[in-house]
């Protein structure tokens, strides 16, 4: 069965303070990982696709990567406005639907 | 562009009560979709639309009904309300290209079942 699980839940740094969120997935014939950031009361906010394993992107803070098995978030130096819950979903196979993790609460503290 | 809309951002319902969520798109996206997001649980796809007329179930079909009459509009209606359908509903929409889809998302509907 398709799966994907984000880790951690929750995870709580001080402004500075670098770290990454996991997404970890089993599906059939990847085509696409997705990251979304949302904030509360608000949509997913699109921020990367990655499409196959050894693929980077960057944005600001963020810097996105993709294995064969999973997908890392990693956030440097982050600042309080990057607090948001961080979603993972992928894409597989011939299906146009996507599968969705979780998430990950960020929370950064001045 | 205005994006993806969604109308009501809040409503409740009283048990057995229907209503119809709205949402509309501008982008002139083929694909459509109506996700439930619960606390702890991933976003769960209710029911997508690949083009007007053609809608299909999701994961969670069951007590939602959709049609897709244009391309803009996707409405969501509840038959029966239950309390379970408490939930933040939200609406997305993508094209139908290449090998992957960006989805796009509407603001959200937090709907209450009492």
């Known amino acids: 069965e398709d799966q994907v699980t984000q880790s951690p839940e929750a995870l709580r740094l001080q402004e500075g303070e670098s770290s990454s969120l996991n997404c970890s997935y089993t599906?059939?014939?990847?085509?696409?990982l997705f990251w979304y950031r949302q904030d509360p009361g608000k949509g997913p906010e699109f921020l990367f696709t990655?499409?196959?394993?050894?693929e980077e992107k960057e944005k600001e803070r963020l810097k996105a990567t993709l294995t064969k098995k999973e997908s890392f978030l990693h956030i440097t130096a982050p600042k309080p406005e990057d607090s948001a819950t961080y979603l993972c979903?992928?894409?597989?196979?011939?299906?146009?639907?996507?599968?969705w993790g979780a998430g990950t609460k960020l929370i950064i503290k001045p | 562009n205005a994006g993806v809309t969604q109308t009501p951002k809040f409503q409740v319902l009283k048990t057995g009560q229907s209503m119809t969520l709205q949402c509309a798109q501008d982008?002139?996206?083929?694909?459509m979709s109506w996700y439930r997001q619960d606390p702890g649980m991933g976003l769960r796809l209710i029911h997508y639309?690949?083009?007007?007329?053609?809608?299909d179930q999701g994961e969670v079909p069951n007590g939602y009904n959709v049609s897709r009459s244009t391309t803009e509009d996707f409405p969501l209606r509840l038959l029966s309300a239950a309390p379970s359908q408490t939930s933040v509903y939200f609406c997305?929409?993508?094209?139908?290209?290449?090998?992957?889809?960006?989805?796009?998302f509407g603001p959200g509907t937090r709907l209450t079942v009492l």
């Open positions: 599906v059939s014939g990847l085509r696409g």
């Open positions: 990655l499409y196959s394993a050894g």
């Open positions: 979903a992928v894409q597989a196979g011939s299906n146009y639907q996507l599968i």
């Open positions: 982008m002139n996206h083929e694909y």
């Open positions: 997305a929409s993508s094209y139908l290209q290449g090998d992957t889809d960006t989805q796009y």
């Open positions: 639309s690949v083009g007007a007329g053609i809608t």
